[in-house]
């Protein structure tokens, strides 16, 4: 079932419960590596962006929703007060995340839902960088302040390690919004397993039983790897199944990471992605709105 072409040419929003096993929704590409491009220096905090060049940041999200994305996301990626902190700008949370989801949300209209973007602390509980405790409020705070803006539903993504993952998705469930979690896999010697060595089935299992509503794999690898995480995710629960994958590894070209992979090298893979279980398809790292426009050609291409 394809869902991304109306007969009657409209695109009216969809809402989270109709994306369920069997259809197919086309969300956005990168942010990070599409800021970039519009001039953001390496190590720049993108967050704040939300407030000191809020044009550019809907430029990106207004780009999407013309290629053909019914999910976008916000530029909200690091935007906890831990990761904010070590740039002075913790005290602008709040702000920061409201603001993102208000620029997505103009964006998005009435053609696409927003999924909020909440991304990893940057510090590791294994190494007692951070508390428990601590990622609880940061994830807490930075959710409370994206639901207050309306998303249709709260991402947690570019995951690494399950318990930071699980702490993120326990504040994002309060906010009684739908939450999808997706990690990356890129490790071990298939490149199948999380940085902290967990499997796809695990952390299928895993946040199943914890009461989320998809789960999902983005960054790390190319979309040709991320076709077997895709199954092994959609045969180990029910969920709607989250996938972004990267334009490929990246090569540093005049001090920037440059991708390789072309749009309709990305597309061709759409087909076996659906077959595969794919619920959510969109891109990660170096994709853009050409990528999606491909996707969106060769989804419709297959329905």
Not at 47 to 65: C, F, H, I, S
Not at 175 to 196: A, E, W
Not at 202 to 228: L, P, W, Y
Not at 265 to 291: D, H, S, Y
Request: glycine content about 10%; proline content about 5%; charged content about 20%.
């Amino acid at each position: 079932m394809n869902d991304l072409f109306p007969e009657n040419g409209l695109r009216p929003k969809k809402r989270f419960a109709d994306c369920v096993r069997g259809t197919t929704t086309l969300a956005d590409g990168a942010w990070g590596t599409e800021l970039q491009r519009l001039g953001a220096p390496l190590g720049a905090c993108l967050d704040e962006w939300n407030l000191t060049k809020p044009e550019l940041v809907r430029q990106v999200a207004e780009g999407y929703v013309q290629a053909g994305s019914r999910v976008i996301l916000t530029n909200t990626f690091r935007a906890n007060r831990i990761s904010l902190g070590g740039h002075g700008l913790e005290e602008k949370c709040a702000a920061i995340n409201r603001e993102g989801m208000k620029i997505s949300r103009q964006a998005a209209g009435n053609c696409a839902m927003v999924f909020a973007s909440i991304g990893p602390s940057g510090k590791m509980l294994v190494s007692n960088e951070v508390t428990p405790e601590q990622l609880s409020e940061a994830f807490a705070e930075q959710a409370s302040a994206l639901a207050a803006e309306g998303p249709d539903a709260i991402l947690i993504e570019t995951m690494t390690d399950i318990e930071e993952a699980r702490i993120a998705a326990a504040a994002a469930l309060k906010t009684q919004l739908p939450v999808v979690v997706s990690f990356v896999f890129d490790s071990g010697r298939n490149k199948d397993r999380t940085l902290m060595g967990c499997t796809p089935e695990q952390v299928a299992s895993a946040f199943a039983r914890d009461g989320i509503h998809a789960i999902g794999a983005n960054c790390g690898v190319g979309v040709r790897e991320s076709i077997a995480v895709c199954q092994r995710l959609a045969a180990a629960c029910s969920l709607p199944v989250w996938i972004k994958p990267n334009a490929g590894l990246p090569e540093m070209v005049d001090g920037l990471p440059t991708y390789k992979t072309t749009p309709e090298e990305f597309a061709g893979f759409a087909k076996e992605l659906r077959e595969a279980g794919a619920t959510f398809l969109g891109g990660c790292c170096g994709t853009t709105p050409a990528f999606i426009r491909a996707l969106a050609r060769h989804t419709a291409l297959v329905a």
